[in-house]
């Protein structure tokens, strides 16, 4: 069983949409929990970062963490045209980390 | 302000030649990482370091080398490319271990190389 499992897509919705994107994970011991944006031909760059349980909400972007069902959500309100990217769910114990596969979004004008 | 920078972007080789990926990063950070990208695999974790004169293995180090000679770069070596080695491959860099308390990794653009 890998550390951390992505449905990898690809979604697609329209402009204005909430946007909702999952991954499970396998270990109780994990505690930090990223997302990363990728775009196309570039390297990802963190979104958000969460401790443990609960929510933490920037902006449009909210990451939500549920200890109990291992489960981690990325929620995008107001989906824009530039949210078109591949979603990356990371976490990592000590000095090993774990990536998801990716979630390819295509937001539509 | 550049960030982390890799170099070369795009190389082709041939099975069993030799060569050497550059990462260099301009922020100070003690962190220094190598990991690589394949469909439906995730980033997976090669080698890294959490200081000058300092590597480990990660998830996946067989066939690969790295050193970390200078702080500002990190440099991962294949000494016999094998066509399972084709990859993109991503340096990141971070000033505590990455995802500690909104320290995050900083990645470069990749590396795209092919074994033929």
């Known amino acids: 069983q890998k550390e951390v499992e992505q449905d990898p897509g690809p979604l697609s919705v329209p402009e204005g949409a909430i946007v909702s994107l999952n991954c499970t994970y396998s270990?109780?011991?994990?505690?930090?929990f990223m997302w990363y944006r990728q775009y196309s031909r570039k390297g990802p760059e963190l979104l958000m970062y969460?401790?443990?349980?609960g929510n933490k909400e920037d902006g449009r972007f909210t990451a939500q963490v549920d200890k109990s069902s291992k489960y981690i959500s990325l929620f995008i309100r107001d989906s824009q045209p530039s949210d078109s990217a591949t979603y990356l769910c990371?976490?990592?114990?000590?000095?090993?980390?774990?990536f998801g596969t990716g979630t390819s979004l295509t937001v539509i004008p | 302000n550049a960030g982390v920078t890799q170099t070369p972007k795009f190389r082709v080789l041939k099975t069993g030649q030799s060569m050497t990926l550059l990462c260099a990063q301009d922020m100070n950070h003690e962190y220094m990482y190598w990991y690589r990208q394949d469909p439906g695999m995730g980033l997976r974790l090669i080698h890294y370091s959490v200081g000058e004169g300092t590597t480990a293995k990660g998830e996946v180090p067989d066939g690969y080398n790295v050193s970390r000679l200078k702080k500002q770069n990190f440099l991962l070596g294949l000494e016999s490319a094998a066509p399972s080695q084709t990859s993109v491959y991503f340096c990141a860099a971070s000033f505590v271990r990455g995802g500690g308390r909104d320290q995050p990794q900083h990645f470069g653009d990749g590396t795209r190389l092919s074994i033929l």
């Open positions: 990371a976490t990592n114990t000590g000095n090993q980390f774990y």
């Open positions: 270990n109780s011991a994990f505690q930090y």
């Open positions: 969460t401790y443990s349980s």
